[in-house]
């Protein structure tokens, strides 16, 4: 098991949804210390005197843009500083709801390098940080249900899900015999901000069959992650969903879920 009190462990998009209870789960339920990573200052400071005040740990945090190279390397070089880190979870990300071929490039860049150049240069510094050190450390890499299935109007979404899928469960076999794990975490829908900037709070909301909040899912995601699992999906209808996407023929998949997606309906 992987033992996080009174160790740090480093979790990005940490300011709102499920990285933000992920954060505090540690610092509550495990007595970890967290060192916090997101673009938005405030929040993060707010939530750091939040978890020092309320369970005595350690709280620090690092603002950083992850869709910008440097500043990937910034958050490696400032984490492992003066700490030892010995937890890595790598949750910010971003999505939208469209057409593909009306998916701004800009938009996509950033989603590409936020989703999957950050996560890959990261979790490859602190795999190599823990290696050397012989820190039998634990990552966490937040993939989607929508890894498993082609999500239509959230096609290139569900692309760099599905990238996270195969690149951790690869990459976990390559560094498991030093003793460090990689857990793939692919929830369903969460009731967070992500849902509302992509405008799509209206048709999955609090309440609605599988829908979970931040704090359910983050006691998913801690259970996975002190238990090294190598993949985990929280939630029966996302169990099964995941189930039906290796026996169900995949275009038949993305056919149902493009009527669910669709925007005009
Ligand atoms: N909500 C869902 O239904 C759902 C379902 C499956 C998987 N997920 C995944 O769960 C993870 C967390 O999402 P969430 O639902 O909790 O969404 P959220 O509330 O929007 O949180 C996203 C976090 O990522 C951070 N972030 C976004 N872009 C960033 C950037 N360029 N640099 C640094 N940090 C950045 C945000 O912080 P700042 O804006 O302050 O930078 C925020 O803290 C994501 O990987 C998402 O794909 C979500």
């Known amino acids: 098991m992987l033992e996080l009190r009174a160790r740090w462990t ?3 998009g940490a300011s709102s949804g499920l990285g933000q209870e992920i954060a505090r789960s540690i610092a509550r339920d495990h007595g970890g210390n967290v060192l916090v990573v997101a673009r938005r200052r405030e929040r993060l400071e707010t939530l750091c005197e939040e978890l020092r005040s ?6 620090a945090f ?3 843009d992850l869709s910008n190279p440097d500043d990937v ?18 949750n910010a990300g971003v999505t939208y709801w469209g057409e593909a071929l009306k998916l701004d490039w800009g938009e996509f860049q950033a989603m590409l390098d936020t989703n999957v150049t950050s996560m890959v240069r990261l979790s490859t510094l602190f795999a190599k940080h823990f290696i050397e050190r012989k820190t039998e450390g634990g990552m966490m890499f937040v993939s989607s249900v929508s890894a498993f299935i082609p999500v239509p109007y959230q096609a290139a ?34 009731t967070t901000e992500l849902l509302d900037k ?11 069959m599988g829908m979970m909040s ?3 899912c983050a006691t998913h995601a801690l259970r996975a992650f002190i238990y090294r699992k190598e993949l985990y999906v929280p939630g029966l209808l996302n169990q099964t969903l995941a189930l039906a996407a290796r026996l169900l023929p995949r275009g038949f998949l993305a056919q149902r879920t493009a009527v669910m997606y669709r925007p005009e309906r």
């Open 10 to 12: 480093l979790v990005t």
């Open 54 to 59: 309320k369970y005595g740990v350690q709280a």
């Open 62 to 64: 690092i603002t950083a």
């Open 73 to 90: 390397e910034r958050v490696f070089t400032e984490a492992t500083r003066e700490r030892d880190i010995h937890g890595v979870v790598l």
């Open 157 to 190: 979404y569900s692309g760099t899900k599905a990238f996270i899928l195969s690149y951790g469960q690869a990459m976990g076999q390559e560094v498991r015999h030093h003793g460090v794990s990689v857990t793939v975490f692919a929830p369903g829908g969460i």
């Open 198 to 208: 992509a405008g799509l709070s209206n048709r999955f909301k609090a309440g609605d």
């Open 214 to 216: 931040a704090t359910e």
